[in-house]
Each structure stands twice: as structure tokens, then as C-alpha cells.
Nanobody
Framework: QVQLVESGGGLVQPGGSLRLSCAAS????????MGWYRQAPGKQRELVAA???????NYAEYVKGRFTISRDNAKNTVYLQMNSLKPGDTAVYYC??????????WGTGALVTVAS
């Protein structure tokens, strides 16, 4: 089992920045991918960005150039730096952890609201 705890959500004005963090604990295999997904009201959950234990990243087109995903393997923590935020970025952001050795885990979500 892997437990994920997110932090850093909140209210920000358009054009502002936020940084999300997600700390993983439990039985963590060295080979894994951690990522961030988001779900806006009335919409399906969608990938925002993901990063492998080796540092390979994958971004959704709509966040390229604005968001940066990073991780600290020693702390089993993944970060999402979000810049130039838009009202359309408003959503609940979920941390995800998965490994080829098994397991697909989700955090409880962090609400990000972009409004003036």
C-alpha cells in the first residue's frame, strides 16, 4: 500500500502561481511514476503531468510552458509548480503513484481555484 498526502492548493488570482506537493509513504518500489491529474466540475479526470523515477516527464499540451513537475526521490515527494494560472485551471488536483510491480494509488485531492 502507498499513501499519498497532497498540500499546497488554494485560491489564486489569474496570472498567479501555486506549488503543489505530494508525499508518498508505505511500500514504495524504486521503479515508479508519480503524476498529477485534475478534475474540473462536470468533467473527466485528466492528466496534467507525470514524472518517472528516472526524471522523464510528460505534460498535457495545455500546461506546457506554464507548469513544471519535479520530484525528490529521497523524500518520495513530487511537486507541481504552476505559473501563469488561468481560470480554466480551476480543478481538484490529484496525486497519483503507480509502479510496474503493481499498484495504482491516488491522493484525496487538493482544490485549486483561480479567480479574481
Amino acid at each position: 500500500q502507498v499513501q499519498l498526502v497532497e498540500s499546497g492548493g488554494g485560491l489564486v488570482q489569474p496570472g498567479g502561481s501555486l506549488r503543489l506537493s505530494c508525499a508518498a509513504s508505505g511500500t514504495i518500489f524504486s521503479i515508479n511514476t508519480m503524476g498529477w491529474y485534475r478534475q474540473a466540475p462536470g468533467k473527466q479526470r485528466e492528466l496534467v503531468a507525470a514524472i518517472s523515477n528516472g526524471g522523464v516527464t510528460n505534460y498535457a499540451e495545455y500546461v506546457k510552458g506554464r507548469f513544471t513537475i519535479s520530484r525528490d526521490n529521497a523524500k518520495n515527494t513530487v511537486y507541481l509548480q504552476m505559473n501563469s494560472l488561468k481560470p480554466g485551471d480551476t480543478a481538484v488536483y490529484y496525486c497519483n503513484h503507480r509502479s510496474p510491480y503493481g499498484g495504482d494509488y491516488w491522493g484525496t485531492g487538493a482544490l485549486v481555484t483561480v479567480a479574481s
